[in-house]
T-cell receptor, first 109, second 116 residues
């Protein structure tokens, strides 16, 4: 079983839709969590950190459920430019990042 | 502006050759990392360093080595390239924000390596 698991998708949604991704992690000692965005043939870029209380940044909302060991990312009012692969990432002891395989999102006109 | 760069961006080599991929960051970050990204596996950690003269093995370190002679650079060497090392390689650096208690890794643009 992978330490961080994501549905690879693709999620095909129309512009303006709300889409949610979930991610599960197996290491209960994971300290922090992040969502990274990766465009095709580009490097991953930090989208947002995930806090226990949940956090929002514009159209993006991230939540963490430690009891069930999952992280979610909600994107409201999807834009064409949101099309990318979204990587769920756990920070473990020794500042090690463990990446999920990514969820691909395609927003269509 | 501070940044992290990788070179070359693309490389084709032959099985058995030694290859070195460069990573250079100007943020003065102590922590640097090398990952490879393959379909079906996501990003996997190869080696990492927490400072000058410090190097550590990651999840998939076999066949790779790194050295850290200064803060800015962490070159990755494939001692004897194998076709299984055909991949996209990303370098990253990070520093802990003690005020926020967060550590963010910033990635270089990647090197696409093809081993024939």
């Amino acid at each position: 079983r992978k330490e961080v698991e994501q549905d690879p998708g693709p999620f095909n949604v129309p512009e303006g839709a709300t889409v949610a991704f979930n991610c599960t992690y197996s290491n209960s000692a994971s300290q922090s969590f992040f969502w990274y965005r990766q465009d095709c043939r580009k490097e991953p870029k930090l989208l947002m950190s995930v806090y226990s209380s949940g956090n929002e940044d514009g159209r993006f909302t991230a939540q963490l459920n430690r009891a069930s060991q999952y992280i979610s990312l909600l994107i409201r009012d999807s834009k064409l430019s949101d099309s990318a692969t979204y990587l769920c990432v756990a920070l473990n002891a020794g500042n090690m990042l463990t990446f999920g395989g990514g969820t691909r999102l395609m927003v269509k006109p | 502006d501070a940044e992290i760069t990788q070179s070359p961006r693309h490389k084709i080599t032959e099985t058995g050759r030694q290859v070195t991929l460069a990573c250079h960051q100007t943020w003065n970050h102590n922590n640097m990392f090398w990952y490879r990204q393959d379909l079906g596996h996501g990003l996997r950690l190869i080696h990492y360093s927490y400072g000058v003269h410090d190097t550590n093995k990651g999840e998939v370190s076999d066949g790779y080595s790194v050295s850290r002679s200064n803060t800015e650079d962490l070159p990755l060497t494939l001692e004897s390239a194998a076709s299984s090392q055909t991949s996209v390689y990303f370098c990253a650096s990070s520093e802990r924000d003690t005020a926020k208690g967060e550590e963010t890794q910033y990635f270089g643009p990647g090197t696409r390596l093809l081993v024939l």
